[in-house]
C-alpha cells in the first residue's frame, strides 16, 4: 500500500533556520563535508617567528625592570658585598613574582623552539639530502638547538637559590649549545650561498654571521668580568659581567629571529589528516 500522509515541504530560503536542520548539523560535529579539509589554524612564518622571539623578550625585560624597581637590594647582592648596579640574569628570574613570569614565558615558547628546530632540519636535508658533510652537520644542529632548549628550560624551571649545580648546569648546556649551533648554522649557510642567490637567504647569511661573532664577544667579555670579580672583587665589575650577559641572551634571541627570512613565505598550518574517500 501506498501512504498518503502529507509531506511537509520547508523552503529553502527557511531551510537555513529549521530546527531538524540545526539539529543535523550539531551531530555532524564542527566540520562539514566542505570545511573538512579546511585548515583549523593558518598563520604566516613570520609572525610565528616573531611570536616565539617576543615570550622571552618581554619577560626578560619584564624580570629586570622588577628585580631593579622592587628587588633591587637582594637582586644586586653579591659575596664580595660591593657595589653592584644591575642584577644577573640568574637573580632576576629567581624571586616571585618574576620567577613565575620567566617560566611561563619560557614555557609558552619551548614547544614553538622545538618545532623550529624541526623544520630547520627538514629545510637542510632538502638542500644537502646528496651532501654527505652538510648532512652529518644538519644532524648536528639539530642536536644542538634541541640541547640547547633543553637546557634553557632546565636552567629556567631549577633556580639558583634552589639547587644551583642543577642550575648551572643547565646554563653550561645552554651556552654550549648556543654557540655550535650558530657555528654549524652559519657554515651550512656559507654553503648555501654558494649555490643560491635568493636575496633573503643573502641577507640571512649576512645577519647570522655577524650576531654570531657579537654573541662570542659577548661571551667572552662577560667571562673576563665573572672571573674578575671573583678574584678581586672590585666594585662595579659584576655590574659589566651582567651587562654583557644580558648582550649574550639578546643576541641569542637575534640569532634565532632570523628565521623572519629563512622561512618568510611559508606559513604554519595545523589541519585535520585528509580522509579515504569511498564511493
Known sequence: ???????????????????????????????????RDRPLIRLPFTSFAVGTVLLPL????????ISLVYHFEDATYTHCQVANYLPSISAAISRVPERYIWRCCIGLHSAPRYLVAAAYFNFYYGRFAKSL??????????ICSLSEN????????????ETYSIH???FIVFIASSLLHMLITCRLWQVIRRHYVNPEEITSQRWKLRIFLF???CCLAAAYFYRRHNKFCEAGVYTLFAFFE??????NMAFHMTA???????EVIVATPPEDKRY
Open 260 to 266: 623572519f627570512w629563512d622561512f618568510g613565505t611559508k
Open 246 to 251: 644580558y648582550l649574550v641572551v639578546f643576541s
Open 150 to 161: 633543553t637546557g634553557l628550560l632546565l636552567l629556567t624551571y631549577v633556580s639558583s637559590t
Open 215 to 217: 654573541n662570542v664577544s
Open 1 to 35: 500500500m501506498l501512504s498518503h500522509e502529507k509531506v511537509v515541504q520547508i523552503p529553502s530560503r527557511d531551510l537555513w533556520f529549521h530546527p531538524l536542520v540545526w539539529l543535523t548539523r550539531m551531530l555532524q560535529g564542527p566540520y562539514g563535508s566542505l570545511d
Open 168 to 170: 648551572k648546569n643547565g
Open 133 to 142: 658533510p652538510e648532512l652529518l652537520l644538519s644532524v648536528l644542529a639539530l
Open 58 to 65: 618581554t619577560g626578560l625585560i619584564a624580570c629586570l625592570f
